[in-house]
C-alpha cells in the first residue's frame, strides 16, 4: 500500500519515514517471504494508522520522525505472527533506529574535543527546541538540560516525560520497550562515546544521559549491564 493511500490526520501527524518503512518491509520479505511479507507490511501499515488515531500530535516536533519510527515499529511488532526475543530482534532495531549512526563514527569520534563540543552544541540546540515544543504539545518530550561540564567533557540531560515510553505503556508494549532504549547505548557507542544511564521512563520517572568520549576516566568506572527487565543500565564498577 502506497503512503499516499493511508488515512489519517495528516495536519495533526506525519508518516513514517519512508526509509525506516523500506526497511521493515524489507525485514518481513526476508523473514516470511515475499508474498506473507508484503501481507504483514500492509498490516503494519493499517495498524500504524490505527494507533494514530489514539495518539497525540507530534508533528513537527524535534523528536518527530524518532516517535513515528517507534510506533511504525509497535505496529510491525503487533503484526508478527510469532514474537522473537529482545536478544534476536535486537540487531534489527539497532540498524533500524541507530543505522545511520555507523556512518557518523567513521566521520565523528568524540574522543577529539572539538567534536565533543559539537555535540554539545547539537544536544543544547534539540533541548531548546523541546523546551518551544511543549507549549505546543504538552505529551511531548520534557527534556531537562544541565549545562556543558566543558573542562571535564561531560554531557547531560535528563528526560522527566518520553511519548515513546508512555505510548509503549498505554498499548502493552512496555515489556518491549528495551528494544528502542537500548539502541542509545549503541549509537553513542558507534561515536566512539560512553552512554552513563541509571534510570528510565518507563520502570522510572526519568531518562538520563551522561554521555562521555570511550576514553574520559568517567567512562571506565561504569560497565553496562541488563537489569531484570533487559534494559541496559550503567552500574558503577
Known amino acids: 500500500m502506497k503512503e499516499s493511500e493511508l488515512k489519517f490526520d495528516r495536519k495533526k501527524h506525519s ?26 507490511w500492509e498490516q503494519t501499515q493499517l495498524q500504524y494508522v490505527e ?14 520522525a524518532g516517535t513515528y519510527t517507534a510506533i511504525l515499529f509497535f505496529a510491525y511488532y503487533s503484526v508478527l505472527p510469532t514474537k522473537p526475543s529482545i536478544e534476536d530482534l535486537q540487531p534489527f532495531t539497532e540498524e533500524l533506529f541507530m ?3 555507523k556512518i557518523l563514527g ?7 574535543k572539538c567534536i565533543l563540543n559539537f555535540l554539545a552544541y547539537i544536544m543544547k540546540s534539540v533541548g531548546k527546541k523541546d523546551d518551544e515544543a511543549i507549549k505546543k504539545f504538552p505529551d511531548g518530550f520534557v527534556n531537562l538540560q544541565t ?17 515513546n515510553a508512555e505510548f509503549a505503556k498505554k498499548h502493552g508494549f512496555a515489556d518491549i520497550m528495551p528494544l528502542l532504549c537500548n539502541t542509545d547505548y549503541f549509537g553513542m557507542e558507534q561515536l566512539h562515546a560512553c552512554l552513563i544511564r541509571t534510570s528510565n521512563c518507563v520502570k522510572g520517572n526519568h531518562c538520563d544521559f551522561c554521555i562521555v568520549a570511550d ?11 541488563k537489569d531484570k527487565y533487559g534494559f541496559w543500565i550503567s552500574e558503577e564498577k
Open 147 to 163: 549545562p556543558y561540564d566543558k573542562k571535564n567533557g561531560i554531557i547531560r540531560y535528563t528526560f522527566t516525560q518520553c511519548p
Open 99 to 101: 543505522g545511520s549512526f
Open 51 to 64: 494507533f494514530l488515531c489514539d495518539t497525540p500530535s507530534m508533528k513537527g516536533t524535534a523528536h518527530a
Open 15 to 40: 508518516i513514517y519515514p519512508k526509509t525506516m518503512g523500506k526497511k521493515i518491509k524489507c525485514k518481513l520479505e526476508a523473514d516470511y517471504g515475499k508474498e506473507k511479507g508484503g501481507q504483514l
Open 106 to 112: 567513521k566521520l565523528f569520534n568524540v574522543n577529539r
Open 215 to 225: 576514553k574520559n576516566p568517567l567512562a571506565y568506572k561504569y560497565k553496562k549491564i
